[in-house]
Structure formats: C-alpha cells, structure tokens
C-alpha cells in the first residue's frame, strides 16, 4: 500500500473509486455469510475465508492505484489508513474464524468471531466515507442533478397551469418588468458559472464542487424569477407565460446534461473522448442561456412572439436529439405499441404547422412550437425504452434510427415554418407539402420498425378481438369452476330406508351436471367462432391501431357480455341446484335459473351469428352446443317438475347433509 508512488495508473481516480467501492462491499458481504456459517455450518466457513482473503488482495491492488491518482493529500492519507486498519480487522477475523472451525461447539471463538466481524463492518464504513470524502465533486455533480430534476419538473407544472389560464399576478401591481432585471442577471451570471463549471473537470474535486453548487443556485434563481414574471404577464396573455417558462427550462435541462458530462470527464485527459462530450454539452448550455435572454427582451413585443418561439422550441428538440443519443439509460419501459402511439403527435404536429404556415398567425406558431416540443420529446423517450426492450440490436438500432430520422424530418418543417412567418419566403412555402409527405414517410418508418418488434406472437391488449377473447375465456373459467361445485354435491338422506323422491333429486344433479359441461362447451365454441372471425379478416385491425368503427365494438361487447351472462346464469344454477340438494331452497328457484341459462345462451348464439358464417364449422359447433344446453336445460326442469309433484305427495322428515359445496 505504501508504495504507490511508483505505479504508471491507465485510469482515473474516480474509476478505481468505482472499483473500491465494490469490493469493500463485496469484503462486508461475505464476513456477514462467515459470521452466518459459524453457527450453522462451521466446516464450510474454510472456502469463504480464502473468498475475503481474494478480496482484501484485490482491495490493495487498486488501493494503490487509488493513491497514485488520488490530488488530495489528506484524502489520501485517510484512504491508506482506512484501508490498513481494514486489513488488521480482516486478520483478526480470519483468526477467529480458525478457531471456530477447531472448535464448532466452543461458544467462545463464536463470540470473539462476532466481535472481529462486527469490527470489519465498522472499518469497511471508514474506507467508504474515505472513499467518497475523495470524490466530493463528483457527488455535488450528482446531487445536483437531484435538485436540477426537481426544477424541471416544477417549471413543468407551473407551464400546465399557465395551459390552463390559471397562472395569475402575485399581486395587483405585479408587472413582469419587476421580474426582467432578475432574469437577465441571473442569466449572464449563469454564463460565468457555466465556463466555471467545465474548468473545474480538469481541477480538483473540491473545485468541482464548488461550481456545480454555485451553478445550482444560479439556475434555482431563474427558475423563480420565470416563475413570478410568468405569473406577472398574466392569464390573458397565455402563449407568453408559456414562452419564458420553456425558456427557463431549456435552461434546466441542459444544465443537466452539462453536469453528468462535467462528472463524466472529471479527472480525464484533454483527448479523452469524454472532454469531447463535455464540449458539445457546453455550447448547448450557452445557447440555451442566450435564447433564454432572446425570449425575455422580446416577451413584450407580440409581432416577435411566433418566431421566438419557434427558435427555442427548434434548440430544445436539438437538445433532445443530443439526449437521445448520449449513453443515458431510459427513464421507463414502453412497448411496440406505445411507439406507435407516440408518432400520432408527430402527424398532428406537422398538420398544425401547415395551417401556420399559411396563416402566419402568431399564435398558430407558438401552438406548433409547443406541440413539437412535447411531441419530440414524447417520441424520442418512447423510441429509447422501445429500443432498450429489443431482442436483438438490429432491431434496437433500427428502432432508434427511424426514430431519429422522424425528428429530423419535423425540424425540417418546423425550420421552414420559422422562416416563412418572419421572413415571408414564399420559396419555403412552396416546398412544405413536400416536407411534410417526408415526415409522413418517416413516421410510417418508425411504425414499421415497431412492427418488427411486436414478433407474431405478439397481441395488442387494446384490441377489442383480443379482450372478447379474454371475457370468453374468463366465462368458461366460471362455468369450470361451477361445475367443480357440482362434483361434491351428494343427495339428502331421510330417516326412512327408501324414499322416492331420492331418484329425482339425482337427476337433478345430474341435469345441472350436464347443462354446466353443455355451457362449457358453448363458451369455448363462442371463443373458437371469434378466433375463426378475426383470422379470416373480418375483424381487422388498422396499422396505426384503430379499429372497425362503432359496429364492431358494439359487436365485440354483445358478444363479451352474453358470455358473461351465460357463465353468471350458469353459475347460480349450480348454486341453486346444491341448495336444493341440501334442502335448502325451493324447485321453483332451480326452474327459473335452468331457463335463465337457456336464455343467456341463445343471446350468446345470436351475438356469435351476427358476424360468423352460417355455414362454417364454428357456426355448427355452436349450434350443437347450444341444443345441448336447452336440452340439459329442459332435463332439469322435468326432474325438478317431478320432484315437487313428489313432495306434494308425500312430505318426509330429512337430515340435510352434512357436506356443504362452497
């Protein structure tokens, strides 16, 4: 460990933080499992004291490292010492450990095993509080990213208000002037935080940090300031609220990416790819600050509103595209068909933006800055979580691709919107059909790469063929389960040795037995004709996911709620029939619920009919079905007849069974 200073490190000091930090846990862990073993196991503990003995090994390997690299001195020196009194822990472990494996039944070593463990937990905490005391920077870059997130999404909820027509003065002399000064201060100040901010990758940590909070605050104070001079322009001049909130957001956002790519090039070499990144993220960042001054000089002036807005909203869609194409993981999951739907925004988008262009309305330009802005940022968020699902990276790359090239095909419009409504350059508005013929082209791109991605076995549980299916065999789930209900019915027993009216209670059994197989297999009949349907075409669906207009879903709802009605008819026929077993209701009841059933069944036969083809198998299979069920239907209705004609003959005590179905 002390002789560091003679190593040629290839890494940086945050890489084998990284790396420490891992095993250190990793040491912790296994003494926790020794401690474990030690009682329960004491033979097996030999293996899992050479598992921390590999890695205290390792731990000083790059320990080593660390040092080397390590700007701080006094960070350095608590490293070092962290790590030795680890190592002396680990001994004293280790030796303890021997102990107990000579002497498993001696409750001694067990307690001096527990002591030495509990000892390696409480240095592993100093080498981690070590560890990070030398990456101070580092967690301020994260930390504030935290924070940063928080005041998005606020700027966020305060732009939905202003939506709304809701977001109003602080007072009834509130003017936005009042707020001007504190946003262009803050602003050029942001600026100097900014340059601050990517020297410091190349300081030390301490460096860091300092500028990534100085830059937190600063951006905390724009975001209230836009907040108040929003609120102070008022509701009756919504597209202005809205203009200076996006603004200050862009600012939020790309701070964000400034920080992760400032942390990411931390300690690296000037020609380290990262330093690269860090670049590109601070030219957004300045541009994000520029425009944000653009916007409130201008907030005022109405005939500059539509362009400015669209200036932005340009810059913010470039910044999601440099987002979508950075290594940052997704931030949710999403299907082929949340893919879809996302480019449905897109269309509408670029529809809008036609009407903008021809009328040249303020207004209609800042409605179609907003709504690429949220489109975009929609479709590019989907793409990525699509994408990360892949099965394969083909697919993933075709996915993010098509995706990509969609953005681009709307920035073109939008660009040609911009120049049309300020610079009436009536050579753009000639070539916008075009533009937007492009963007259908890629939209239909990105739908098909979803397509792809759907496999065939995929389904769509939106799909009104699908949920039909699903309710069906949800109804023949019912009905199996009634008809278990009915295996453990058992006829009463009376006091005397023979009574007639025993042979008519098992008919009913059986009769109920046959109407819920007989309903059964009308149940699984009605799913077979639907499949039948939806596979010959009848039942088509749209790409994009529409489906065959207001026949079909009324179509595929009498057809799900017959089902549903043939399986609750069914099942209180059973319950029915097991209290009438049991003596515990009335024939009566046991007539009504058999016809109940018959008519559920034959709405189910006339739901199927409507749509299937008379003369095809699935059609035959369901009429069968159905005369199977009216004829169980009316078994049971005769031998519950005769078991009341029984009855009135001649009245016998009875002992109900003890068995209850339930």
């Known amino acids: 460990l002390d002789d560091s200073m003679a190593l040629d490190p290839e890494k940086s000091f945050l890489e084998y933080q990284e790396s420490l930090v891992r095993t250190t846990r990793g040491i912790a862990t296994t003494s926790q499992v020794i401690l474990g073993k030690a009682s329960t196991e004491p033979a097996s503990i030999a293996p899992l004291v050479t598992e921390i003995t590999n890695h205290f ?51 001694f070593y067990k307690l001096e095993l ?16 070590a560890l990070q005391a030398g990456s101070r920077g580092t967690q301020a870059c994260m930390e504030a990213i935290l924070v940063l997130s928080g005041v998005t999404g606020d700027l966020e909820t305060t732009c939905m208000f202003a939506d709304t027509g809701t977001l109003t003065p602080l007072g009834p002399n509130d003017a936005f002037s009042d707020h001007r000064d504190m946003l262009m201060g803050n602003a050029k100040t942001l600026v100097e935080d900014t340059k601050k901010l990517v020297a410091s990758a190349a300081g030390t940590q301490e460096q860091l940090a300092t500028a990534a909070e100085n830059i937190v605050a ?20 919504k597209e202005a609220q809205v203009m200076v909130l996006n603004a200050a957001k862009d600012v939020s956002v790309a701070l964000s990416s400034l920080l992760l790519a400032t942390k990411n090039a931390s300690g690296k070499t000037i020609a380290d790819p990262e330093m690269v990144e860090l670049k590109t993220a601070a030219k957004v960042m300045i541009g994000s600050v520029s425009s944000l001054i653009k916007t409130v000089k201008i907030s005022d002036d109405e005939a500059a509103r539509g362009g400015r807005g669209m200036e932005t909203a340009i810059e913010a869609v470039n910044q999601e595209l440099q987002i979508f194409a950075s290594n940052e993981p997704p931030q949710r999951e999403s299907s082929p068909q949340d893919l879809i739907h996302a480019t449905k925004a897109i269309t509408m988008t670029t529809s809008r933006a036609i009407v903008a262009a021809n009328s040249g309305k303020q ?14 940022a929609e479709l590019l968020a989907t793409a990525k979580a699509t994408a990360a699902a892949a099965e394969n990276d083909q697919q993933a790359e075709q996915v993010r691709q098509t995706a990509q090239d969609c953005v681009k095909a709307l920035l073109l419009v939008m660009d040609s919107v911009l120049i049309i409504t300020t610079k009436q350059n009536y050579d753009k508005k000639s070539k916008l059909p075009d533009l937007s013929k492009a963007v259908a082209v890629a939209v239909s791109d990105v739908i098909q790469s979803a397509e792809v991605l759907k496999g065939t076995d995929w389904v769509n549980p939106d799909d009104p ?24 019915l058992r006829k009463r027993e009376d006091v005397r040795e023979a ?30 004709a639907q499949r039948e349907l939806v596979a010959s075409g009848a039942m088509q669906t749209t790409t994009s996911g529409a489906y065959g207009g207001d026949e079909f879903q009324q179509w595929s709802q009498g057809l799900v709620s017959a089902a549903k009605t043939v ?20 024939e009566e009841r046991l007539i009504a619920s058999s016809k109940a059933v018959a008519k559920a069944t034959a709405q189910l036969l006339v739901a199927c009919m409507i749509k299937a083809d008379p003369t095809g198998s699935s059609m035959k299979r369901l009429q069968e079905a159905g005369q199977a069920v009216k004829a169980a239907s009316e078994n049971l209705v005769q031998a519950a007849k005769k ?20």
């Not at 207004?363 to 975009?376: F, I």
């Not at 299916?469 to 209900?485: G, Q, V, Y």
């Not at 399986?567 to 009335?586: F, P, R």
């Not at 009341?644 to 002992?655: D, F, L, R, W």
């Open 218 to 237: 600063t951006v905390q104070g724009i975001a209230t300031a836009a907040k108040d001079g929003a609120a102070a322009i008022g509701p009756d001049d």
């Open 465 to 488: 063929n699908v949920q039909a299916e699903n309710e069906l065999l949800a109804a023949a789930s019912a009905i199996e389960a009634a008809a278990k209900k009915l295996t453990g």
């Open 499 to 528: 009574d007639p009216a025993l042979n008519f209670h098992e008919q009913i059994v059986e009769a109920a037995r046959a109407i819920t197989a007989a309903t059964g297999a009308l149940v699984k009949s009605a799913t077979q």
């Open 567 to 586: 399986a609750a008819t069914t099942s209180g026929l059973c319950e029915a029939a097991n209290a009438a077993v049991e003596g515990g209701a009335s």
């Open 363 to 376: 207004s209609d330009v800042l409605n179609v800055a907003q709504l690429s802005r949220k489109a975009v």
């Open 57 to 107: 090994a390792t731990l000083g390997g790059e320990t080593r490292y660390a040092l080397a690299t390590c700007e701080q001195a006094d960070v350095a020196a608590r490293i070092l010492k962290s790590c030795k009194a680890l190592g002396d822990g680990i001994g004293e472990l280790i030796s303890n450990a021997g102990a107990v494996m000579d002497n498993p039944s001696d409750s």
């Open 643 to 662: 078991a009341m004609e029984s009855a009135m003959e001649e009245e016998a005590p009875v002992n109900i069974s003890e068995k209850h179905v339930g």
């Open 114 to 129: 527990g002591s030495a463990v509990k000892n390696v937990s409480k240095q592993v905490s100093f080498v981690l509080a």
